[in-house]
C-alpha cells in the first residue's frame, strides 16, 4: 500500500518557539502514524493503532507539560484556561482509548480525523495566543531571550 500523508506541516502552524515546534511536529508524525495504521486492515491496524495511540498518548502528555510550564514561566495569564483544554483533549482521548480497547464502537479513521482537526486548531487558535504574548514580552524588554 503507497504511503499516503494525511497531514502536513506547514510554517504558518509555528509558534516561534523552536522547541514548541518541533514537538507540534512530532504530533503530526504521531496523527500520521495513526492515519497509516487505520489503513493496513481489521486486524494489522486494530494491533498497530493500539501500539500508536499509547505512544501518542504519552508524547501528548509531554508536550502540554512543557507549554504549561513554558507559560507559567511568563505568568501568561490565560493559562488556567489553557490546561483545561489540555485536560479536557486528554480525558477525551483518553475516554476514546478505552473504547477502543473494550472493543465498543471506535471508528479510528474519525478518531485521526479528530485528532488532526483538534491539534491544528489548538495551535492556531490557543498556542498562538501564548506565543504572541512571549513576542509582546521580548518586544518589551521584559523577556530576554526566546524560551526554547
Same mark, same amino acid.
Given at each position: 500500500?503507497?504511503?499516503? %500523508? ?5 510554517? !504558518?502552524?509555528?509558534? #516561534?518557539?523552536?522547541?514548541? =515546534? ?7 508524525? *504521531? /496523527?500520521?502514524?495513526?492515519? =497509516? @495504521?487505520? !489503513?493496513? #486492515?481489521?486486524?494489522?491496524? !486494530? ?6 495511540? !499509547?505512544? @501518542? ?5 509531554? &508536550?502540554? /507539560?512543557?507549554?504549561?510550564? %513554558?507559560?507559567? +514561566?511568563?505568568?501568561?495569564?490565560? *493559562? ?14 483518553? @475516554? ?8 465498543? /464502537? ?8 479528530? *485528532? +488532526?482537526?483538534?491539534?491544528?486548531? &489548538? %495551535? ?9 504574548? %512571549?513576542? /509582546?514580552?521580548?518586544?518589551?524588554? @521584559? *523577556? ?5
Amino acid at each position: 500500500m503507497e504511503k499516503e %500523508i494525511f497531514v502536513v506541516w506547514e510554517d !504558518r502552524y509555528s509558534v #516561534g518557539i523552536p522547541s514548541i =515546534d518541533e514537538q507540534h511536529k512530532e504530533l503530526l508524525v *504521531l /496523527t500520521n502514524k495513526l492515519y =497509516d @495504521a487505520c !489503513r493496513e #486492515g481489521e486486524e494489522k491496524a !486494530r494491533v498497530y493503532f493500539k501500539e500508536v495511540i !499509547r505512544n @501518542a498518548v504519552d508524547y501528548v502528555q509531554f &508536550h502540554f /507539560t512543557s507549554e504549561e510550564r %513554558i507559560m507559567e +514561566r511568563i505568568n501568561f495569564p490565560e *493559562l488556567a484556561t489553557h490546561k483545561v483544554q489540555h485536560t479536557t483533549f486528554v480525558k477525551q482521548v483518553l @475516554a476514546e482509548v478505552k473504547n477502543f480497547e473494550n472493543g465498543k /464502537t471506535f471508528v479510528p479513521n474519525n478518531f485521526v480525523r479528530f *485528532l +488532526r482537526d483538534w491539534i491544528l486548531t &489548538h %495551535i492556531a487558535m490557543s498556542d498562538i495566543k501564548y506565543a504572541d504574548y %512571549i513576542h /509582546t514580552l521580548k518586544k518589551q524588554g @521584559a *523577556l530576554q531571550s526566546l524560551i526554547t
